[in-house]
């Protein structure tokens, strides 16, 4: 068999389509839309080579019209999660033992699948299913999970490409093995790209995969496997079921083969997730690699010499575009006194300008929150603020479920630095801002870092360098991922390798090659070309 070493196509980012009005993707993706709507879909668990139904079915409806059905998915048990596991470790020598540049075909087909035949299906799925936007969708369940295969794909050959120096006579080698037994993908149901990336990045490095997404991003994770399968993915390297948390987790974390979990989701389920590996430490063949990105309380820090102009812009989208709901959105701001007058006109002006509604109306910048238990939450937290004498609404505050989960885009001014929605993860379109004395700034970048247990997003508006690389060096700790004069969403594959610290996780950088580094366990091989036959070294020797 011939055999050499190979270039994999040079991974750029995929192009973000515009959808203007009259262009052909805007045609395709409306028509997507309305067959998506016209019809109710049975969706499966795919545990090997079996679409597996059960008699539970959980009904999938659009956030912004939650009375519409999309389909049903069939809810397991720990059976499934068992049969999953089953699966993984079943395909796992073949996946592992297959040359790595046909596990990376399979991977770059999938991204060109969906950046053609099936992007249109895909951003209607998501846009429909987690009331995204055309442009949200756009960027994520199109441009980003390309961008994470065709990126990951490149990452991987360079980790394979990087081998130890050999002394006269000896030739060291490095491999990179997949790890010990099945990793688990815990996925969140904001970002189909993330829900896509968590099962594909460990896939592609030989391990196999149990993918249980969120139950309400289902909708579109079933196109993501009906990809991964024309893509040519093999039965049982990625298995996708849908169990709820606590059954999932007591099979999983008992499990002696657990080799390591990739997850995105909130703080206090992964900190649980943690103990219980610790308590199970015992069970399992190898210490298991334990990845998470998790909350954020992401602020906007602001200088006296900003122009108020950019900061209102960076606000009103870094807060509210997907209705708040990213880990990396704008929750808390820290606004000068100079300037907060034009910031708070400005941000006003943008809100009365906003529309919201359902997603199949393009001209709707605002959409529906997830479920009725988010909107629940984030209706609390507005009651809360309306009824304390620290907190006046600025803009919104009003919401309704009667149609879909809509909540306004919410602006709320703190006396109090220290208020519940300043310290908080909300997930929501609510935002927090704290007026300081313009000639404070050094104080308030001390209030910046230790207001949150979070360190996710962050970013610093200034025209002054000097406070620039100040912000920068004070508030080191504060996010892994800092903007200078932009909002704090946003990051790009291959550009902003995306992660926090502290309380928002393990920092392993998604779309970059650290990430990809956790899924392997590398053996280096040292091979002597003339072995010795005497035990004795020259020091031995007689004067």
């Known amino acids: 068999m011939a055999t050499g070493f190979f270039n994999v196509p040079p991974a750029i980012n995929e192009p973000i389509l515009s959808y203007a009005p009259g262009s052909p993707e805007k045609e395709e993706l409306q028509a997507a839309l309305k067959e998506a709507r016209s019809k109710e879909i049975d969706v499966p668990m795919y545990i090997g080579s079996e679409l597996v139904t059960t008699d539970n079915k959980k009904p ?16 397991g048990d720990a059976s499934h999660v068992k049969q999953a596991i089953d699966a993984a470790m079943e ?42 936007n055309a442009f949200q969708a756009e960027i994520d369940s199109a441009c980003e999970i390309i961008d994470f295969l065709r990126f990951n794909v490149e990452y991987m050959t360079q980790i394979y490409s990087q081998q130890p120096e050999s002394s006269d006579g000896v030739w060291n080698r490095l491999e990179q093995r997949p790890l010990e037994g099945f990793v688990f993908a815990l996925t969140p149901f904001n970002f189909t790209a993330i829900a896509g990336n968590l099962p594909t990045s460990a896939a592609m490095m030989g391990n196999t995969i149990v993918w249980k997404p969120a139950f309400t991003q289902i909708y579109s994770a079933n196109v ?41 989701g909130s703080t206090g389920v992964f900190q649980h ?40 812009t960076a606000i009103t989208r870094g807060a509210f575009e997907f209705q708040g709901q990213k880990c990396s959105a704008a929750s808390r701001a820290y606004i000068p006194s100079n300037l907060w007058e034009d910031v ?46 620290d907190v006046e609404v600025i803009a919104g505050g009003n919401y309704d479920k009667s149609k879909g989960y809509f909540v306004e885009p919410t602006v709320l001014l703190s006396k109090d630095p220290k208020y519940t929605t300043m310290c908080e993860e909300i997930f929501g379109p609510v935002i927090t801002i704290y007026v300081y004395d313009e000639d404070k700034f050094e104080e308030t970048l001390e209030l910046v870092d230790n207001t949150s247990p979070y360190a996710l997003t962050g970013s610093i508006f200034s025209q002054d360098r000097y406070m620039i690389e100040l912000a920068t060096k004070r508030l080191e700790q504060s996010a892994g991922n800092f903007y200078i004069n932009d909002k704090p969403t946003g990051a790009v594959v291959g550009q902003q390798p995306f992660g926090g610290a502290r309380g928002s996780g393990t920092n392993d950088k998604a779309g970059s090659m650290i990430n990809l580094l956790r899924w392997v366990s590398p053996r280096t091989i040292k091979e002597t070309f003339v072995t010795p036959t005497d035990y004795r070294y020259p020091f031995l020797g007689e004067e």
């Open 60 to 75: 999938m409806s659009p956030p912004h019209d939650h009375k519409h059905i999309l389909g049903h998915f069939s809810e």
């Open 344 to 389: 708070k006109n400005y941000v006003i002006e943008d809100l009365k300008s906003f529309k919201m509604g359902g997603t199949e109306d393009f001209s709707n910048f605002i959409n529906a929150v997830i479920d009725e238990k988010s909107f629940d939450n984030i209706a609390s937290y507005i009651d809360n603020a309306k009824a304390s004498d």
């Open 224 to 264: 993501l496997m009906e990809v991964f399968r024309e893509a040519g993915v093999p039965d049982g390297v990625i298995n996708l079921i849908y169990v709820d948390g606590p059954t999932t987790g007591d099979v999983i974390f008992s499990h002696e083969e657990f080799g390591g979990i990739h997850f995105t």
């Open 273 to 312: 997730i943690w103990r219980t590996i610790g308590e199970n430490i015992k069970k399992y063949k190898s210490y298991p690699r334990i990845v998470g990105e998790t909350g954020g309380k992401d602020f906007i820090m602001v200088h006296k010499s900003s122009r108020a102009k950019q900061v209102a």
């Open 91 to 132: 395909a796992k020598a073949d996946w592992a033992n297959m040359g790595w540049e046909h596990r990376a075909s399979i991977f770059l087909k999938a991204a060109e699948l969906i950046a053609g035949p099936y992007r249109a299906k895909l951003n209607a799925a998501t846009m429909l299913g987690q009331s995204k």
